[in-house]
């Protein structure tokens, strides 16, 4: 098994202007060098969080299409996602909810072992079910 990081997994998804840099190509190689191996490709939350981040910040990907994309990688036998329920669970609540990705996948596993809500300075959030002003 191996491990990507956000820089390759952006490049593996995206495309250039191009199409053909050299950092899309080895990141592409990378995967279909370990998909040729029969090897599992390891993703964090971590490196999901930044995905989504760069997606919608940099890239300007709408919600739905990052969203779609990324329970298709959740889905995709070649990758191993971790804690891939906390994960499905944190893109349902993103995609009905305010907020990021990220304060999201703070928010589900923390209500999921007790926690009433996070306590967040992000107004946007403020009134949102799980969510509170300090």
């Known amino acids: 098994m191996i491990a990507l ?3 390759v997994f952006v490049h593996f998804l995206v495309n250039t202007p191009d199409g053909d840099t050299d950092q ?3 990141a592409r190689d990378v995967v279909a060098a370990a998909e040729v191996r029969g090897e599992d490709i390891r993703l964090t939350q971590v490196v999901l969080v930044e995905t989504v981040w760069v997606l919608r ?3 300007k990907a709408p919600k739905r299409d990052v969203s779609a ?4 990688v959740v889905a995709s036998a070649g990758f191993v996602i971790e ?3 906390t994960v499905q669970a944190t893109l349902t609540a993103w995609e009905v909810g305010k907020g990021d990705f990220a304060d999201h996948l ?3 596993p923390a209500g999921a072992r ?3 809500a996070v306590c967040t ?6 009134g949102a079910e799980g969510f509170e002003e300090p």
């Open 69 to 72: 994309s990324s329970r298709e």
């Open 106 to 108: 703070i928010h589900v």
């Open 121 to 126: 300075f992000d107004g946007e959030l403020h």
């Open 83 to 85: 804690d891939a329920v």
């Open 114 to 116: 007790g926690a009433e």
């Open 24 to 26: 899309v190509r080895r």
């Open 57 to 59: 910040e940099v890239c």
């Open 5 to 7: 990081d956000t820089n």
